[in-house]
């Protein structure tokens, strides 16, 4: 988003979500573990190769505000072992349990008290850090990291779809929903560009994208695990609003695709904030 949508787009948003309560019902986080986008190996290898730069232990890496664990499991190539930490109970029920080298667990990114002062290589969050307390959450990554160690933390903007047409839909659903977001959600629209790390060695990318295809009931899933549409319809039970985001874009599908096609070519703007603890 432009500053200007970002700014627009702040004074329609809520001060009163509990954030450490959006992601409370089962319903959501399997649509959330289903349809949110999956990060690339870009990404991953991105944050590895920044690691490596100052410690060439890969040891362990911990995801905090993992979710389902897409922002997790793709640093299992990479480290020995990995943990995500998240504080809602559906979404680490959500999280894969068969990865031999991953264990998920429910808890609060600044208050860690099963990880060792000292023994962390990573400590990464990724489309989750808006919703935290930042100076606790970073106090709580200096106490953890080793000398030399990460912290990472990224995410993606709002989704874009190739065509004019279907982003206009987009657009007003999105519109539709400011309301509903937390005002830190625009720290995210904002590619994270008011968070200023606590370490001085630091990097920014906005380089990278995650491109992919969707379908009609894949972008009705994706919509169904934000929280603005769970907010939604709990203040207007009176309103379909999955019927209604459906018929908008079934519209719009039949005007620029070939009849029978629901499938749109989509794009999410990726970005990461990472810097390095001094010492060794
Ligand atoms: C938008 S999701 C991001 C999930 C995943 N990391 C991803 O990239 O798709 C944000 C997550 O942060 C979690 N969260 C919010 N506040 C938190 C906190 N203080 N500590 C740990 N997790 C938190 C929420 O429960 C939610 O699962």
């Known amino acids: 988003m432009s500053q200007t949508e970002v700014a627009q787009a702040k004074a ?16 959501q986080s ?21 690691c490596k730069e100052t410690n060439p232990n890969l040891n362990l890496a911990v995801d905090v505000g993992c979710g389902p664990g897409m922002s997790t499991i793709g640093f299992c190539k990479y480290f020995k072992k990995v943990m995500g930490v998240d504080v809602s109970e559906t979404q680490v ?15 609060y990114s600044d208050k860690l ?5 000292g023994s962390v290589d ?14 606790e959450t970073f106090a709580e990554a200096d106490r953890v990291l080793r000398p030399g160690g990460t912290i990472a933390l990224f995410g993606y903007d709002v989704l874009r779809a190739d065509k004019p047409e279907i982003n206009e839909v987009i657009q007003k659903m999105f519109v539709k929903f400011l309301p509903y977001w937390p005002k830190e959600s625009t720290l995210i629209f904002d590619k994270f560009r008011d968070i200023t790390l606590p370490y001085s060695d630091y990097k920014r990318r906005e380089d990278l994208k995650i491109v992919d295809k969707m379908n009609l009931e894949q972008y009705l899933g994706l919509m169904k695990s934000l929280w603005p549409f769970v907010a939604y319809c709990k203040d207007h039970p009176e309103v379909d609003l999955a019927k209604e985001l459906r018929t908008d874009m079934t519209n719009v599908l039949a005007k620029v695709n070939k009849p029978g096609d629901t499938t749109f070519d989509i794009a999410w703007d990726m970005f990461i904030l990472m810097g390095h603890k001094p010492g060794k």
């Open 113 to 117: 008290p099963f990880i060792k002062s």
């Open 122 to 135: 990573l400590f990464c969050s990724g489309e989750s850090f808006n919703l935290m307390p930042h100076k």
């Open 30 to 50: 399997q649509a959330y573990s289903e349809f949110r986008p999956r990060y690339n190996d870009d990404l991953f290898r991105a944050i590895v190769d920044f």
């Open 12 to 27: 329609m948003m809520s001060t009163t979500v509990d954030k450490t309560k959006m992601y409370v019902s089962l319903d």
């Open 93 to 107: 029920a959500c999280a894969p349990k068969d990865i031999p080298n991953c264990e998920f667990k429910v808890g």
